[in-house]
């Protein structure tokens, strides 16, 4: 996941706690986030600790798996969220 796709990166402002706040509303472990985003645990392991760059493609495949839209915009804060998902 570490690696660099050629994807612009979105600001990790609101990246860390935006996807286990949004898993655990859901009553997901990261096993289950990892099977329906089709990544390892390792990875959703990584992501939920800030140690993945949020690529677009993975912020996609976060949104599609949650169910949700993804939100970037940096003039508020958090800059990124996800919304709408099913919780």
Do not use: H, K
């Amino acid at each position: 996941m570490g690696r660099s796709t050629g994807q612009p990166n979105v600001s990790r402002t609101g990246w860390p706690p935006t996807v286990p706040r949004c898993r655990s509303a859901l009553g997901w472990s990261t096993t289950e986030l990892a099977r329906r985003a089709e990544l390892s645990e390792e990875d959703v392991e990584a992501i939920e600790e800030s140690s993945v760059e949020p690529t677009l493609e993975l912020i996609e495949r976060l949104a599609t798996a949650l169910e949700a839209g993804a939100r970037i915009d940096p003039r508020s804060s958090p800059e990124f969220r996800f919304e709408g998902y099913a919780a």
